[in-house]
C-alpha cells in the first residue's frame, strides 16, 4: 500500500526522468520477465519485506538472481511490519532499509 503510494509519488515529482513499473512481487515470473527486459534500465526496486496488511513475505532468495540482471538497482525494503527484531532486510541483500517511526518506534504515540 505505502509503497505503491511512494512510487506514485516519486513518478510524479520526478517526471519524466523517472518512470515507475508496479509488479506483484510475488509473482515471481512476471518479477523476472521485468528484470531480464529492462535490467539494465532498473536502477531501484523498493519492496516491503512483510506487506500489511496480508502479511505476504517477499522471497528475498531472489535478489541475488533480479541483481544479477540489473547491476545497478538499488534495493530498498520497507521493514515496517516485522522491524529489525524479527528480520533484517540487510543481511538478505537489501541495500537500504526504511521504517515508519510512526508505528513501533512511537509506541503508536504518531
Request: net charge negative.
Amino acid at each position: 500500500c505505502d509503497v505503491r503510494r511512494t512510487a506514485g509519488h516519486l513518478a510524479e515529482v520526478h517526471r519524466p526522468l523517472l518512470e515507475c513499473i508496479a509488479v506483484d512481487v510475488r509473482d515471481h515470473d512476471a518479477l523476472r520477465g521485468l528484470f531480464a527486459e529492462r535490467g539494465r534500465d532498473i536502477t531501484l526496486l523498493h519492496l516491503e519485506s512483510c506487506t500489511n496488511p496480508s502479511g505476504q513475505l517477499f522471497d528475498f532468495s531472489l535478489l541475488p538472481e533480479l541483481k544479477s540482471m540489473a547491476p545497478n538497482c538499488t534495493v530498498v525494503a520497507d521493514n515496517t511490519w516485522l522491524t529489525g527484531a524479527l528480520f533484517n532486510p540487510l543481511d538478505n541483500g537489501a541495500d537500504v532499509v526504511v521504517e515508519s517511526l510512526t508505528k513501533y518506534c512511537s509506541a503508536g504515540r504518531c
